[in-house]
């Protein structure tokens, strides 16, 4: 079975900062998708970025960008410019890719952005 | 992205009693809906998957004739909650995945269930 994990519960920075969350996998699987969700107080889950496992570039989204290192099962989240906005809880989750399979979480990371 | 809703927003109940929560897309078909359950400050729990016109698969430890998955259209599921205890009470979310993207979930906004 897949294993997600976010080792930072909770992290804040300043407004305008940049900031990273982690994310490790464990998989024994080739192709699979990782994805960023955001989930701000209003609790709705709301897509941050999406990764390919077969892709060896880095998705990028405006200011949110990720770092894949698929060897390394690794896949971390860099928010640039950071804005009160931001301010959420952010999940890591992970997806075989068999199509439209579950998708299986991390516990979580807490950001709270700073004004 | 493509439009998940869920109803009811909010519910309270008594102990014993049964609430049904519906999950629909709106704007695409959605052949494959999860449910999930997430308790205040935790990560989401995947509870079941269901496919139009099949029976739900549930994950392990969650009581299938507890909590009755309907899924017979491909834009509507049902989450019901039967003989709901206190127990019971937490924000349960679903998703739906088809033919707008591949591999990706969309979500509706979350039920929460408060038992007396």
């Known amino acids: 079975a897949q294993t997600v994990t976010q080792s930072q519960p909770e992290m804040s920075v300043q407004e305008a900062e940049t900031v990273t969350l982690s994310c490790t996998y464990d998989?024994?699987?080739?192709?699979?998708?990782l994805f960023w969700y955001k989930q701000p107080p209003s609790r709705q889950m709301i897509l941050v970025i999406r990764?390919?496992?077969?892709?060896?570039q880095n998705a990028t989204e405006n200011r949110f960008s990720v770092n894949f290192q698929k060897a390394a099962k690794s896949f971390s989240l860099k928010i640039s410019d950071s804005q009160l906005g931001d301010t959420a809880m952010y999940f890591c989750?992970?997806?075989?890719?068999?199509?439209?399979?579950?998708?299986?979480f991390g516990t979580g990371t807490r950001l709270t952005i700073i004004p | 992205g493509a439009v998940v809703s869920q109803h009811p927003s909010r519910v309270i109940c008594k102990s014993g009693t049964s609430v049904k929560i519906e999950c629909r897309s709106l704007?695409?078909?959605?052949?494959?809906m999860f449910w999930y359950r997430q308790f205040p400050k935790q990560s989401l729990m995947l509870m079941a998957t269901?496919?139009?016109?099949?029976?739900?698969?549930?994950e392990q430890g969650v009581e299938k004739d507890k909590f009755l998955i309907n899924h017979a259209s491909l834009t509507l599921s049902t989450l019901t909650v039967t003989s709901a205890h206190p127990e019971d009470s937490s924000f349960y979310i679903c998703?739906?995945?088809?033919?707008?993207?591949?591999?990706?979930?969309?979500f509706g906004p979350g039920t929460r269930l408060t038992v007396l």
């Open positions: 269901s496919n139009e016109g099949s029976k739900a698969t549930y």
């Open positions: 998989t024994s699987e080739n192709n699979y998708y």
């Open positions: 998703s739906g995945a088809g033919d707008r993207v591949r591999n990706e979930q969309f």
């Open positions: 990764q390919e496992a077969y892709k060896q």
């Open positions: 704007d695409f078909q959605a052949t494959t």
């Open positions: 989750a992970f997806m075989n890719d068999f199509g439209n399979e579950k998708l299986t």
